[in-house]
């Protein structure tokens, strides 16, 4: 009998340890990994950004034919006006790109962050979804503003730059916790693996681009294995993308059999890498569309960045060779060489720089190569221009500088655009009229979205967005509706 009592109480001991290490180890995974669903914030937060918004890519303007008609005071004789795509968007005057391998999470919440007037951290990292949700690491910080040019016509235009991908990769595909006000420990905060999609999705909302990099191919040094995995990447990228294919390669680890397989890979139309048989671009001095050319881009640091920029600027803008910088992690250092870059050649400077992400770079020298305008003067007083823009597959950026030389805004009377234009602006430059051009499908559905995020959470910087987004509508009476429910008329 008490042999059988013995039994009977060892056997009990060992359930309540076994009970009680098992609640510790519950303690541990929920509460203090903070993703505890004890408070009402996670069920809140959830619903509100359950769902993600994307631009519709797979759904763009493709081969536009653009047209403007002019009325003017009949001061000018309309055959003396000439007409031009110029070297660089907006007129500027010289080209900064840049491109963040291993789709690094920090290309979000460390970039993209300080380039949109965002929270940075310097020592956590987080997730569109903790923005969304004010769900922030403890120490976070702001540059006060956003960073970016105008377009020579007062509007705004922020800053963009590339991010490779890692399709293969399920890591991308990681969830957000989120839970608001927990304090006990910042485990949510921690560095993940890598970039995940939701974060990959506002920052194309925002006019960045993507890149192939790393593929997870058995062989990288097989260029047929390659090859295929760059179709097992692509059709990843368009499922998680709106259809959004990519076009661009990033050449990773030097390794030139990538560069080898996308020469075979049709899709893959711009590549850049850091060393090898690489070409420099001079933009005032490219005559070709740059398709399957590989562009040489630097691995240097910030202030090695400062001097050659400085060293290019001594030059004359035909002179200039392009400045597209490499780089793998990003930080403070970094979101301070873009406030450099903002606050000295952007719209706080002298307003000299272009800095879009590769693929629109590629994209707007292939209008300017392959676009072609007619002009066709209608009376005495009149003048339509048309521009048709071809497009190859995965383009996105249906937009474009047009200058018109021997006319001044003061001798415009009118401006009427054709259904193909969604975003105008116009002003005097240089030698004449500068108009920039924008033929998205989709752009006032895009404005509209940012700003239904404002009417949700009224913050600064939300407006901020909504005022950005629509102001890149051409003039209309729905541009009017959406500023009105900005500024709450």
């Known amino acids: ?16 340890t076994f009970t009680f290490f098992s609640c510790i180890d519950k303690i ?3 509460e203090d990994n903070g993703n505890s669903n004890s ?3 996670n069920s809140t937060n959830n619903d509100v950004i359950n769902s993600m918004y994307i631009y519709p890519f797979g759904q763009e303007n493709r081969n536009i034919t653009a047209e403007i008609t002019i009325q003017t005071n009949g001061s000018i004789d309309l055959t003396n006006i000439e007409t031009e795509i110029p070297a660089l968007k907006y007129n500027k005057s010289w080209l900064f790109m840049l ?7 920090c290309s979000f919440c460390s970039t993209w962050a ?14 569109i979804r903790h923005l969304f949700a004010d769900d922030l690491p403890p120490d976070v910080y702001y540059l006060g503003k956003t960073l970016g040019v105008n377009d020579g016509t007062g509007k705004e235009v922020r800053f963009a730059f590339t991010t490779t991908l890692a399709p293969e990769l399920g890591w991308m595909h990681a969830n957000t916790v989120i839970n608001k006000g927990y304090t006990n420990n910042y485990y949510r905060f921690f560095m993940k693996s890598g970039l995940i999609w939701d974060n ?4 194309l909302n925002y006019g960045n681009g993507i890149a192939f990099h790393d593929v997870n191919a058995n062989d990288v040094n097989n260029i047929s294995d390659i090859y295929n995995h ?3 990447a692509q059709d990843s990228i368009k499922k998680n993308l709106s259809d959004r294919g990519c076009k661009t390669l990033a050449e990773p680890n030097g ?8 020469l075979n890979y049709n899709s893959i139309q711009t590549m850049t890498a850091q060393n090898g048989s690489v070409e420099l671009i001079y933009p005032f001095n490219v005559t070709t569309d740059l398709n399957k050319v590989l562009l040489q881009r630097y691995f240097i640091e910030p202030e090695q960045i400062k001097t050659k920029i400085l060293s290019e600027l001594q030059k004359s803008k035909e002179q200039r060779q392009a400045i597209h910088i490499g780089v793998h992690g990003t930080d403070r250092n970094w979101s301070n060489l873009l406030l450099w870059l903002n606050d000295n050649y952007g719209k706080d400077g002298d307003n000299s720089i272009w800095m879009p992400s590769l693929e629109e770079y590629y994209e707007y020298n292939y209008y300017r190569i392959h676009g072609t305008i007619t002009k066709t003067i209608i009376n005495n007083n009149t003048i339509k221009i048309t521009v048709q823009l071809p497009s190859d597959e995965y383009f996105y950026f249906p937009s474009i500088t047009l200058n018109l030389k021997g006319i001044t805004n003061s001798q415009i009377q009118s401006i009427v655009s054709n259904d193909a234009i969604t975003g105008l602006s116009y002003g005097n430059y240089s030698e004449g009229v500068m108009f920039n051009i924008d033929c998205r499908k989709f752009l006032l559905q895009h404005a509209t979205h940012y700003v239904e995020q404002y009417e949700l959470n009224r913050n600064t910087s939300n407006k901020k967005d909504a005022l950005y987004f629509t102001n890149q509508l051409k003039d209309s009476p729905k541009k009017i509706a959406l500023l009105n429910r900005i500024n709450g008329k």
């Open 114 to 127: 300080a380039i949109n007037g965002k929270p940075l951290s310097d020592q956590y990292y987080y997730d």
């Open 99 to 105: 491109t963040q391998d291993d789709c690094k999470q």
């Open 28 to 30: 541990c995974t929920d």
């Open 39 to 41: 408070n009402n914030n």
């Open 1 to 16: 009998m008490k042999r059988i009592l013995s039994i009977t109480s060892y056997i009990i001991i060992i359930f309540t």
């Open 200 to 203: 990959v999705i506002e920052m």
């Open 255 to 262: 390794n030139k059999n990538y560069v080898y397989a996308a």
């Open 230 to 232: 760059y179709i097992i």
